[in-house]
């Protein structure tokens, strides 16, 4: 019996006009930059760092996570989908008979976006981007940066977790009790564990962490201490919630001692940079 499972069958989609649809999952990325950023401007106040920084910080973010998230999912996920067609990588088209585009204009093609997207992308392009920005306008340290958008990219995760939650993707295995999630837009008919919501409120937590130890301890001024609890903590959290999540490519997951899929093997290395950059001797800023 299934009656203290809750069952989750809400639209992903706000509206759809013509094959056009804005959806809670792109809200949620909305939601998460403009915080994001109204937050960076009360650190960037702190640090004396004048305000015009604050738009090309904002692009360099934006950009690199999109590109990041997107080769993500192509090259540690989806490689077999893509590798014989590699425009659909960019391409937010796909050919359907019969479906049309945007209140009809062209036939035969649909409208749908670019979808698929893995945050270990993100983890690999967003630093590269800010070591660039660092050099060319802030003057300062690659690890400056990073320690203060650790804290943003923790507040952006659990948004995009919760619009993971909206889709009913990226969820988890079968609890195996009457507790759980029933995603019926997915047709599971068992309760599932909601490990969206799992990371959503571990990355919460996280980021809450993060903002006290900035403004309430001396470690902000200890280069790559906060970045370095900041990877820590998300990709351990990562590590362990996998373990309860469902298989995102079938024939590449408990591939590591039968018992580690992806997701787990690409979080150890950002561990372990996290562990070195607590660890490390440090001069103070």
Do not use: C
Not at 167 to 196: L, M
């Amino acid at each position: 019996m299934n009656y203290l499972a809750i069952t989750w069958n809400w639209n992903p989609e706000i509206f759809n006009i013509g094959g056009f649809s804005i959806r809670w999952y792109s809200l949620m990325f909305v939601i998460a930059f403009v915080l994001g950023t109204y937050l960076m401007k009360k650190i960037f106040l702190e640090d004396k760092i004048p305000q015009e920084k604050m738009d090309p910080l904002f692009m360099y973010t934006f950009v690199s996570m999109l590109i990041g998230m997107r080769l993500g999912e192509v090259f540690f996920y989806s490689w077999s989908d893509y590798q014989d067609n590699l425009l659909r990588i960019i391409l937010p088209f796909r050919r359907q008979e019969g479906a049309e585009m945007l209140f009809g204009i062209v036939k035969g093609w649909k409208f749908t976006g670019i979808s698929g997207f893995a945050s270990h992308g993100a983890a690999v392009g967003i630093p590269i981007a800010l070591y660039f920005y660092a050099r060319k306008h802030l003057k300062k340290s690659w690890l400056f940066i990073l320690d203060r958008m650790g804290i943003m990219v923790a507040l952006a995760g659990f948004f995009i977790r919760i619009g993971n939650f909206f889709n009913s993707e990226i969820y988890g295995k079968p609890t195996g009790s009457s507790f759980g999630v029933i995603f019926k837009r997915a047709g599971d008919k068992i309760p599932s564990h909601p490990t969206q919501l799992y990371e959503a409120f571990s990355y919460l937590i996280l980021f809450f962490v993060l903002w006290h130890l900035y403004w309430k301890t001396d470690k902000k001024f200890k280069e790559g201490y906060l970045f370095g609890v900041f990877m820590i903590a998300l990709w351990s959290l990562r590590f362990l919630i996998e373990f309860v999540k469902k298989a995102q490519v079938d024939s590449r997951e408990d591939w590591v001692f039968n018992s580690l899929n992806t997701g787990q093997v690409l979080s150890i290395p950002l561990i372990l940079i996290g562990i070195w950059l607590v660890l490390r001797k440090r001069k103070a800023v």
